[in-house]
């Protein structure tokens, strides 16, 4: 599955350069919005914990792709710290741990589909606090990762390979949300104060 999109790889770098760059800026005109050393410092973090989640523990599957727990960290970053961070951390962490791996092919995809998964999740987890909200916002965000990569693979791998996908991203993201939502429900109750640091 890795070698079908190997002519990716020499852009893979600028790819990721832009994405920082995009995200810098976004951050420097809104920083009456934001407290501009906090973000960066946070979505640094969050971005390396959604590295190491998808990175350390990976389970190869048949098909040639691989099982993480990459989704577990997004649900977590996005619920904790909204839509912006959740969108970089989730897209550029998830983007990083494929570029380092077999699958750097794989990375603008990676890119596209775990940051829309941390944007969707974080723009709805912000909404409402709520445990049940929460999970609804995992729901939603681990459809659109399964959809998104499914998109890209019909294309690229074929319908009958694509299909044999979902079952283990399907995995994958119910993983994220229970997780998720359960660790990012503790650390609001017993830290709430963590929501203003951004």
């Known amino acids: 599955m890795g070698d079908v999109l190997d002519p990716l790889k020499p852009y893979v770098p600028y790819i990721l350069g832009g994405a920082v760059a995009v995200f810098v800026a976004y951050i420097w005109f809104n920083r009456k919005k934001f407290r501009s050393a906090n973000m960066v410092a946070i979505t640094g973090l969050m971005t390396a914990l959604v590295f190491?989640?998808?990175?350390v523990?990976?389970?190869?599957?048949?098909?040639?792709?691989y099982l993480n727990f990459g989704d577990t960290m997004?649900?977590?970053?996005?619920?904790?710290?909204?839509?912006?961070?959740g969108a970089f951390a989730g897209g550029v962490g998830s983007a990083m741990a494929d570029a380092f791996s077999p699958y750097a092919g794989w990375a603008p995809i990676t890119l596209v589909v775990k940051g829309l998964e941390g944007l969707a999740v974080g723009y709805l987890a912000q909404r409402n606090?709520?445990?049940?909200?929460?999970?609804?916002?995992?729901?939603?965000?681990?459809?659109?990762m399964v959809t998104g990569y499914f998109l890209f693979e019909i294309p690229l791998l074929g319908l009958s390979v694509a299909l044999t996908e979902i079952p283990p991203n399907t995995l994958q993201a119910v993983t994220g949300v229970l997780v998720g939502?359960?660790?990012?429900?503790?650390?609001?109750?017993?830290?709430p104060e963590v929501e203003d640091l951004i």
């Open 52 to 55: 190491v989640a998808t990175r």
């Open 57 to 65: 523990i990976q389970i190869n599957l048949p098909t040639g792709g």
């Open 74 to 85: 997004i649900m977590f970053t996005s619920m904790l710290f909204g839509p912006v961070v």
């Open 129 to 144: 606090s709520h445990t049940g909200n929460l999970v609804l916002a995992g729901v939603i965000g681990g459809i659109i």
């Open 181 to 191: 939502t359960g660790l990012a429900t503790a650390v609001k109750r017993r830290y």
